[in-house]
């Protein structure tokens, strides 16, 4: 009898590219936190954002998430 393991994907912090979540600590000098459904990570953006402010992920480098404020709905 053959066994074939088969190696399961994970893509890591990569799946959350294109996901909301909100700012857990203001952003200082574009750095801060986010929280994404119940953990919360340290991300950089190109301004500073208040605590609270929702966020779209751009993209994942190394550890740390690229993000941009979500515009509000008019």
Known sequence: VRC?????????????VGVRG?????FVN?????R?????YSATATQNL????AVVVLAVE???MRVQ????DK
């Not at 404020?69 to 509000?72: N, P």
Request: no cysteine; glycine share 12%.
């Open 36 to 40: 994404l459904n119940d953990s919360d």
């Open 69 to 72: 404020a979500v515009e509000k």
């Open 30 to 34: 574009g750095r801060g936190r986010i």
């Open 4 to 16: 074939v393991l088969r190696a399961v994907r994970n893509p890591g912090l990569s799946a959350y």
């Open 62 to 64: 190394g550890a740390e």
């Open 22 to 26: 909100q700012v857990s600590e203001s």
């Open 50 to 53: 208040e605590q609270g402010a």
